[in-house]
């Protein structure tokens, strides 16, 4: 129940094109879902996060599509450029409360070919 | 500028070393947490602290312990380094209550031969 199932493992498309990944949880108690950016050679950065009471939520290319019936999320990146290529990481969690574990996917290797 | 810091970026240990990875973070952070990355398994939480002197288990513990002796520093004990304990290893902290905001620190590559 603790589990959060992230697909395709990795991922290639061209320059401008719209990579989607995405995520399936079982717990319906998660009410806050992150996304993080992995860069070669750096640590996770938090990117985008959703809460279940919307559907949609967009900064700049990057938007996250919420289905709460279906417990699924997906990412998706308008007009991808080669600086996107990362791994990226769905997670889910518990929002407030005293200390929450981040609960990851495991992870898509995207790769944005000029 | 946030900042989480790892002792070292690569580390080489042989079986059976007592290993320890250290973290400093300067966002005066209550929580810190260790991870571990590996490919096709993503991040696994291996401890966590949300306070001085403080420690929980997070999902795969074994063959690992942590200190926190201070709130800006959290190591991570590897006490008879083990190969299948070669990975990336991750630390990250965050405000309390606030965990889904975490900030990692650049990794430690850790080989054991």
């Known amino acids: 129940q603790q589990q959060v199932k992230q697909s395709p493992q990795s991922l290639i498309v061209q320059k401008g094109g719209i990579p989607i990944i995405n995520c399936a949880y079982e717990?319906?108690?998660?009410?806050?879902f992150p996304w993080y950016q992995q860069f070669p050679g750096k640590g996770p950065a938090l990117l985008i996060a959703?809460?279940?009471?919307?559907s949609e939520k967009k900064e700049g290319r990057f938007t996250i599509s919420f289905n709460k019936s279906a417990k699924q999320f997906s990412l998706h990146i308008m007009d991808s450029q080669p600086g996107d290529s990362a791994t990226y990481f769905c997670a889910a969690t518990l929002y407030g409360g005293a200390t929450n574990k981040l609960i990851f996917g495991t992870g898509t290797l995207l790769a944005v070919q000029p | 500028d946030v900042k989480v810091t790892q002792s070292s970026r690569y580390l080489v240990k042989r079986t059976g070393e007592k290993v320890f990875l250290e973290c400093v973070q300067d966002m005066d952070h209550e929580n810190m947490f260790w991870y571990r990355q590996d490919p096709g398994l993503g991040l696994r939480l291996i401890y966590f602290s949300y306070d001085v002197k403080m420690k929980e288990k997070g999902d795969i513990p074994e063959g690992y312990s942590v200190s926190r002796e201070k709130k800006e520093r959290f190591s991570l004990i590897l006490e008879s380094a083990s190969t299948n304990q070669t990975s990336m290893y991750l630390c990250?902290?965050?405000?309390?209550?606030?965990?889904?905001?975490?900030?990692f620190g650049p990794g430690t590559r850790l080989t054991v031969t």
């Open positions: 717990n319906t108690a998660f009410d806050y």
């Open positions: 990250a902290s965050s405000f309390l209550g606030q965990d889904y905001e975490q900030y």
């Open positions: 959703i809460r279940p009471d919307v």
